[in-house]
T-cell receptor, first 111, second 113 residues
């Protein structure tokens, strides 16, 4: 699995967009980028994943740079309930879904 | 239920006792994973099941840890002769296939006293 680097913590005002960066400069061509989040005292929750193209779903958007060395998770209108630890994971598509979690980014959404 | 169910939600045990943690995956999910999360730490992979087979047990920390899965459904993680360092939240996840996103349960908080 490629090593990912994320900021330790970030703040965001409620209603504003939260942009969470992730560096994965050693990512291989067949490795997807996954994002999960963990709200306090809960199990991790899948958010989104992508390979090359930008992706959007009901929760978030994922922007992957053309060289795939970094990506940004965008929560378009952050709410207080989005306060959580956000994990960026690069995984090999040909393997099973073993996830290697790093320390993640603690996102705090303020009123 | 619609999600991954784990039981018990909390377990306090005395050092040296054996414990069993149960995971009911989402119906139809063939892949099942166990992770653990110690206080203030990230999530640590323990074991992966595809059906009833466990092709990857590499994350089990010692031979006191074992897991099984029966009927391609329920899985049990057993810890023998528990130690204080085993105290953690044990999380189970399942996915439709091993290429799909994983759904996690709420975890079992194990405290060894």
């Amino acid at each position: 699995d490629a090593k990912t680097t994320q900021p330790t913590s970030m703040d965001c005002a409620e209603g504003r967009a939260a942009n969470l960066p992730c560096n994965h400069s050693t990512i291989s061509g067949n490795e997807y980028v996954y994002w999960y989040r963990q709200i306090h005292s809960q199990g991790p929750q899948y958010i989104i994943h992508g390979l090359k193209n930008n992706e959007t779903n009901e929760m978030a958007s994922l922007i992957i740079t053309e060289d795939r060395k970094s990506s940004t998770l965008i929560l378009p209108h952050a709410t207080l309930r989005d306060t959580a630890v956000y994990y960026c994971i690069a995984d090999v598509s040909t393997s099973y879904g073993k996830l290697t979690f790093g320390q993640g980014t603690i996102l705090t959404v303020h009123p | 239920g619609a999600g991954v169910s784990q039981s018990p939600s909390n377990k306090v045990t005395e050092k040296g006792k054996d414990v069993e943690l149960r995971c009911d995956p989402i119906s139809g999910h063939t892949a099942l994973y166990w992770y653990r999360q110690s206080l203030g730490q990230g999530l640590e992979f323990l074991i992966y099941f595809q059906g009833n087979s466990a092709p990857d047990k590499s994350g089990l920390p010692s031979d006191r840890f074992s897991a099984e899965r029966t009927g391609g459904s329920v899985s049990t993680l057993t810890i023998q002769r528990t130690q204080q360092e085993d105290s953690a939240v044990y999380l189970c996840a399942s996915s439709h296939t091993d290429r799909d996103e994983a759904f996690f349960g709420q975890g079992t908080r194990l405290t060894v006293v």
